[in-house]
């Protein structure tokens, strides 16, 4: 609550203000591309006109349809911290619904707080868009700390009253299980928010997330939309990026136009270890088809993690095949999210493994790591007839 108290403030109502923004407070619903009606908590409506629109409205918790979920008093990301900071304690059994990012930040984050946490996931294995290494780095990192991941189980129903609730879980061999629990956190993904403000009226194509072209606008050259309501990645900072191009669009159109760019989009999974990837990852490259070279380094050789207690972990870097291009590169470790920067940074600007080998590198620091990985791809490459060449020399100057 203190962490929450600080951070407040960086998007309050009285920030913006100060920053010359008129904030106006209730429900917005666009009439037409240049019409929006605000109905005031008071019931009131003001009216406004404008030249163009931004669309900024989001995502929410994805709902299942379970059995006895609506009655199970079941919370989401979103409701969770006003239900618990309403106790004076944690939940004692707590049931997460959900192997992505936020259902294993979640597990894991009340697992450490003390809660007894049961994680269920529909699928084989956990974080399901990342490797197979990552995937099973995660579940060891869930285990380790207590979470009891049951893979490769469905939600069937929720059963039972205050007090005694359970969700009961089917397996793949279709045996049941009852989870008793005093918390059930649903963390299944999360839906761009599409309806209630006009879109439908307006004919804009709202199948997943509001239809946009490559630079954020709509089906009205003046109507942009950005962040989860455009989709395709659900990223607080890709969010920030694409209203930088959704802005200065809407602002400056007429005279020049910028494409988003998604050339390099960096993402974390906040666990302990932290799972940070950019680019492509090994499952990605051969779905579509791309030849690379995976290099992968492991952390507990370097000195920094020894030092720190957290000597375990990786780096992988993919390159294209028989080039120094960085494609893609994942880090499983502590601070993993820091280091990424380097690979986000090298990738934007077309920097190779060489350049990385190349720039020097603080001792001892966690990302020394990214230096010896890029030394490992370079000995995979070493010239073979050149050392050989001064092999000989240097035996001939030895006499």
Same mark, same amino acid.
């Given at each position: 609550?203190?962490?929450?108290?600080?951070?407040? #403030?960086?998007?309050?109502?009285?920030?913006?203000?100060?920053?010359?923004?008129?904030?106006?407070?209730?429900?917005?619903?666009? /009439?037409?591309?240049?019409?929006?009606?605000?109905?005031? =908590?008071?019931?009131?409506?003001?009216?406004?006109?404008?030249?163009?629109? /931004?669309? +900024?409205?989001?995502?929410?918790?994805?709902? &299942?349809?379970?059995?006895?979920?609506?009655?199970? $008093?079941?919370?989401?990301?979103?409701?969770?911290?006003?239900?618990? *900071?309403?106790?004076? =304690?944690? &939940?004692?059994?707590?049931?997460?619904?959900? $192997?992505?990012?936020?259902?294993?930040?979640? *597990?894991? +984050?009340? *697992?450490?707080?003390?809660?007894?946490?049961?994680?269920?996931? /529909?699928?084989?294995?956990?974080?399901?868009?990342?490797?197979?290494?990552?995937?099973? *780095?995660?579940? +060891?990192?869930?285990?380790?700390?207590?979470?009891? /991941?049951?893979?490769?189980?469905?939600?069937?129903?929720?059963?039972?009253?205050?007090?005694?609730?359970?969700?009961?879980?089917?397996?793949?061999?279709?045996?049941?299980?009852?989870? &008793?629990?005093?918390?059930?956190?649903?963390?299944?993904?999360?839906?761009?928010?599409?309806?209630?403000?006009?879109?439908?009226?307006?004919?804009?194509?709202?199948?997943?997330?509001?239809?946009?072209?490559?630079?954020? %606008?709509?089906?009205? &050259?003046?109507?942009?939309?950005?962040?989860?309501?455009?989709?395709?990645?659900?990223?607080?900072?890709?969010?920030?990026?694409q209203a930088w191009f959704a802005?200065?669009?809407?602002?400056?159109?007429? @005279?020049?136009?910028?494409?988003?760019?998604?050339?390099?989009? #960096?993402?974390?999974? @906040?666990?302990?270890?932290?799972?940070?990837?950019?680019?492509?990852?090994?499952?990605?490259?051969?779905?579509?088809?791309?030849?690379?070279?995976?290099?992968?380094?492991?952390?507990?050789?370097?000195?920094?993690?020894? %030092?720190?207690?957290?000597?375990? $972990?990786?780096?992988?870097?993919?390159?294209?095949?028989?080039?120094d291009r960085i494609v893609?590169?994942?880090?499983?470790?502590?601070?993993?999210?820091?280091?990424?920067?380097?690979?986000?940074?090298?990738?934007? @600007?077309?920097?190779?493994?060489?350049?990385?080998?190349?720039?020097? =590198?603080?001792?001892?620091?966690?990302?020394? %790591?990214?230096?010896?990985?890029?030394?490992?791809?370079?000995?995979?490459?070493?010239?073979?007839?050149?050392?050989?060449?001064?092999?000989?020399?240097?035996?001939?100057?030895?006499?």
């Amino acid at each position: 609550e203190q962490i929450v108290a600080a951070i407040e #403030p960086h998007d309050s109502v009285e920030r913006f203000t100060g920053l010359g923004v008129d904030v106006e407070q209730g429900h917005a619903t666009i /009439v037409d591309p240049w019409t929006v009606d605000i109905r005031r =908590h008071d019931g009131s409506i003001q009216r406004l006109t404008t030249r163009s629109i /931004v669309i +900024a409205a989001g995502a929410a918790p994805a709902i &299942p349809d379970i059995p006895g979920l609506a009655d199970s $008093g079941y919370v989401t990301s979103d409701t969770l911290w006003e239900r618990f *900071a309403a106790l004076d =304690h944690i &939940p004692e059994r707590l049931v997460v619904l959900g $192997g992505g990012p936020i259902g294993c930040e979640l *597990a894991q +984050a009340f *697992a450490l707080l003390g809660a007894s946490v049961t994680q269920v996931e /529909v699928a084989p294995r956990l974080l399901l868009r990342e490797d197979d290494d990552v995937s099973a *780095a995660a579940l +060891a990192s869930q285990q380790a700390v207590g979470v009891d /991941v049951r893979l490769n189980s469905r939600a069937v129903r929720c059963e039972g009253g205050q007090g005694d609730r359970r969700l009961v879980i089917a397996a793949a061999d279709g045996s049941e299980t009852a989870l &008793p629990y005093d918390a059930l956190l649903v963390a299944v993904g999360r839906q761009a928010r599409l309806t209630g403000y006009g879109l439908e009226a307006l004919g804009i194509d709202t199948d997943r997330t509001v239809a946009t072209d490559d630079y954020l %606008a709509t089906l009205y &050259p003046n109507i942009y939309a950005a962040g989860d309501v455009a989709g395709p990645y659900q990223l607080t900072h890709v969010a920030s990026h694409q209203a930088w191009f959704a802005t200065v669009n809407a602002l400056f159109g007429q @005279f020049k136009r910028f494409k988003a760019d998604y050339r390099v989009i #960096p993402a974390v999974t @906040f666990l302990d270890p932290e799972i940070a990837r950019v680019g492509l990852n090994e499952r990605e490259a051969a779905a579509q088809g791309i030849a690379v070279d995976v290099t992968t380094y492991g952390l507990d050789d370097l000195d920094r993690a020894i %030092a720190d207690g957290t000597a375990h $972990g990786f780096v992988k870097l993919l390159t294209a095949a028989g080039k120094d291009r960085i494609v893609g590169a994942t880090i499983v470790g502590a601070q993993a999210g820091e280091m990424l920067s380097e690979f986000v940074m090298a990738m934007k @600007f077309g920097l190779g493994a060489n350049k990385v080998l190349a720039t020097i =590198h603080s001792y001892p620091t966690m990302a020394e %790591a990214n230096k010896y990985v890029a030394g490992q791809w370079k000995q995979a490459r070493k010239p073979e007839r050149l050392l050989a060449l001064v092999d000989r020399y240097h035996r001939w100057r030895r006499g």
